[in-house]
């Protein structure tokens, strides 16, 4: 670690020791250190070459119309079958963790479907997208886990009446849950801290969340640069696990 990004470090300490309502708002750049692919870095999702663009996939109207495609790319790339990768909670996740347990973090609020946060032992979580751990049948709302889509040949079934399930994640053309929007408002208005990592705030609506924040301890963490930097009060270009795993509870 650097000098400069020592005393950025130094200074976010600062930051915690003095606070006791931190909320973390989270992209894809938390779960990438534990090996799961985000969308528009140089190796993301964006920039490999499909049939069909990654957004088309993740798409309500493809799932409707090619759902056998989906499921293919889904269980690749999303559930990583076949990968032999099994991700882990990295030093960000498992320090928003012990940030929460020791009274000081109220929520995390993630943009991301993984589980990652759940594993590293986090309670207090607002799944913006969903997750891929929950599935529903369409036809009964028969729910099922992550491993009953990982375990499934071409597109999953009912076990029950035979209707196709769906992840419960959002995807492209879909809402957002209005509960968990609400949820996550109320924490971020409420918060005397917003920790903001791993994310450009380019995708609408989750990334005007930060607008509910009325406080004077924003901090953004990030490789690469957000687009909201010059209303931040600390901004840190590096590996959020780097970052946040050096804060001492």
Do not use: W
């Not at 913006?128 to 751990?133: A, D, F, K, P, R």
């Amino acid at each position: 670690m650097d000098k400069e990004l020592e005393a950025k470090v130094a200074k976010l300490q600062e930051l915690v020791d003095g606070s006791d309502n931190i909320v973390f708002f989270g992209g894809a750049g938390v779960s990438t250190e534990s090996g799961i692919p985000d969308f528009r870095s140089q190796d993301g999702l964006y920039n490999q070459k499909y049939d069909y663009p990654p957004e088309t996939i993740l798409s309500h109207s493809f799932f409707m119309r090619n759902t056998a495609e989906f499921y293919r790319f889904y269980k690749e790339k999303i559930l990583l079958v076949g990968s032999g990768m099994d991700p882990k909670p990295n030093a960000a996740h498992l320090k928003l963790a012990e940030l929460e347990q020791a009274g000081k973090l109220k929520a995390v609020i993630t943009q991301n479907i993984d589980e990652l946060h759940h594993k590293a032992g986090s309670k207090t979580i607002y799944e913006l997208h969903g997750t891929v751990t929950r599935n529903f049948c369409m036809d009964c709302d028969k729910q099922f886990d992550m491993e009953y889509i990982r375990q499934s040949e071409g597109v999953p079934v009912c076990d029950a009446c035979g209707g196709i399930v769906k992840p419960d994640v959002v995807l492209y053309e879909e809402g957002l849950d209005m509960y968990t929007m609400e949820q996550a408002v109320q924490a971020i208005t409420n918060a005397d801290m917003l920790i903001i990592g791993g994310t450009s705030l380019v995708v609408y609506p989750a990334a005007g969340l930060i607008d509910y924040y009325r406080g004077h301890k924003l901090v953004l963490i990030n490789k690469g640069i957000t687009g909201r930097e010059a209303g931040a009060d600390l901004v840190i270009n590096g590996a959020i696990g780097e970052v946040l795993g050096a804060i001492k509870v």
